[in-house]
């Protein structure tokens, strides 16, 4: 039996462009994917921010990774669109779209439009839901009360979400699967214990959970969390432990993986992302960029792509550090057992 019947770059793709034309001002890029709700973007061989958009807070805001601030204005950067989004020219020299001949990449998800009303929760928001692919955005008021409910319109719990302040500076806070504890996108910090973030509650089906921690829950500020639950054959995300040795850790996705996030848990230490369009050459993939930072595209940092997870080939603190823990999030190139009936290969 397939695990699903969707093709996953429907849901989630990763563009590589090179920006065009004769001033710094680089021409329209499109991306052709139906509703698309997140693009986040960067320049990978320049020191430049990362440059994050979401749907519900417009194609003007540009969020960055690595850092903690509201989101900045750019008129005109992206366009969302029912069956194409595009990517404009970089006339404020943020870093998506503005060198020629400079090399970006653009990783984006499917959501499910502009957002609607959601009142499950003790907070009203608005949400863009895609339940086929386990991806929602969320945006909400904070009301600075610990206990409050925030409905994501997933239909069961979500199991990775980041949560930013679209109108003050607050850190990127991550949940990954422990209520008690929380990383931070834009530091590398290891995980920190406290109940003032998630008010030590696992989100439900309906909701999810927070205190009264400025970065998630400050009164009167706006947020904006992005929300994912795993979809067998699609999306995988938890922990896996590292053993300290090339012959390193085999985590079960159930496909072959198309985009790679992990941070070392325990301890500090830049988040790592891979995918499978910077680096096409056979595995072991090994060019990473990095969230928590504006560096450009590099290292060594060795993972196997393989038709059913991946594995990694490096003992580099950053993956694979004995007994340490390590927070992932992935998604799918191809499932291990496709629609029609054909097993994924590894590369």
Known sequence: ????????????????????????????QTMTMDNVGWVWMKNRGVTNQHC????????????????????????????????????????????????????????HWRANGAGS??????????????TTSGFSLVRYTGNGSAGATIGHGLGVAPKFIFVKSDS??????????????????????ATTDSNEVWN????????????????????????????????????????????????????YTGFKPAFLMVKNAGETDN????????????NPH????????SAVEAGDYLTDFLSNGFKIRSNTGSLNNNNIKYAYL??????LVASNGVAATAR
């Not at 992935?330 to 499932?335: G, H, N, R, T």
Request: a negative charge; hydrophobic letters at 35%; one cysteine or more.
């Open 330 to 335: 992935a998604f799918a190139e191809e499932p």
């Open 1 to 28: 039996m397939a695990y699903i019947t969707f093709k996953p770059n429907d849901y989630f793709d990763t563009k590589i462009y090179t920006a065009a034309g004769s001033t710094n001002n680089g021409n329209t």
């Open 286 to 293: 090994k060019l990473s960029l990095f969230p928590n930072t």
């Open 200 to 251: 030590d509650a696992a989100p439900s089906s309906t909701v999810f959970t927070v205190g009264n921690r400025n970065s998630t829950n400050q009164n009167t500020a706006t947020f904006v969390a992005h929300c994912f639950t795993p979809i067998k054959g699609f999306s995988s995300m938890g922990v896996y432990t590292g053993n300290g040795n090339a012959d390193g850790t085999f985590v």
């Open 117 to 130: 009303a959601n009142t499950a929760g003790s907070i009203n928001s608005s949400v863009s839901a895609n």
């Open 52 to 107: 994050i958009f979401n749907i519900l807070t417009g194609g003007n805001k540009i969020f960055n990774s690595a850092g903690y601030n509201a989101p900045e204005t750019a008129g005109g950067a992206i366009t969302f669109g029912a069956s194409d989004t595009t990517i404009g020219g970089d006339t404020g020299g943020y870093g998506f779209n503005q060198t020629p001949g400079a090399n970006y990449v653009a990783w």
């Open 168 to 189: 003050d500076n607050y850190n990127w806070t991550v949940y990954y699967g422990d209520a008690t504890d929380y990383l931070v996108l834009n530091a590398s910090d």
């Open 271 to 282: 988040w790592i992302l891979l995918d499978n369009k910077r680096d096409v050459s056979p």
